[in-house]
């Protein structure tokens, strides 16, 4: 599970978000292929944020259901 992914306001656009969520996928992948687990990733999403929205979707991430009010998205892995 990615519960956060924060960008400070002066340094957005530059990609960091990007690579912190590569960096947990990549992570997640390792870790199942080490231990031989079937897995997926899966964080919870605000609808009000477009731009998470917009970024998991890139990464393969697909909106399952609206659970207290935020959005789950998941990706196998």
């Given at each position: 599970?990615?519960?956060?992914?924060?960008?400070?306001?002066?340094?957005?656009?530059?990609?960091?978000?990007?690579?912190?969520?590569?960096?947990?996928?990549?992570?997640?992948?390792?870790?199942?292929?080490?231990?031989?687990?079937?897995?997926?990733?899966?964080?919870?999403?605000?609808?009000?944020?477009?731009?998470?929205?917009?970024?998991?979707?890139?990464?393969?991430?697909?909106?399952?259901d609206?659970?207290?009010?935020?959005?789950?998205w998941?990706?196998?892995?």
């Amino acid at each position: 599970m990615i519960w956060a992914v924060a960008t400070a306001c002066r340094a957005r656009g530059r990609g960091h978000g990007r690579q912190a969520v590569d960096y947990a996928i990549e992570s997640c992948r390792l870790t199942t292929e080490q231990y031989g687990l079937d897995c997926g990733v899966f964080t919870r999403i605000d609808p009000r944020n477009d731009p998470s929205r917009k970024l998991f979707r890139s990464k393969g991430f697909e909106h399952l259901d609206v659970f207290h009010g935020l959005e789950l998205w998941a990706r196998d892995l």
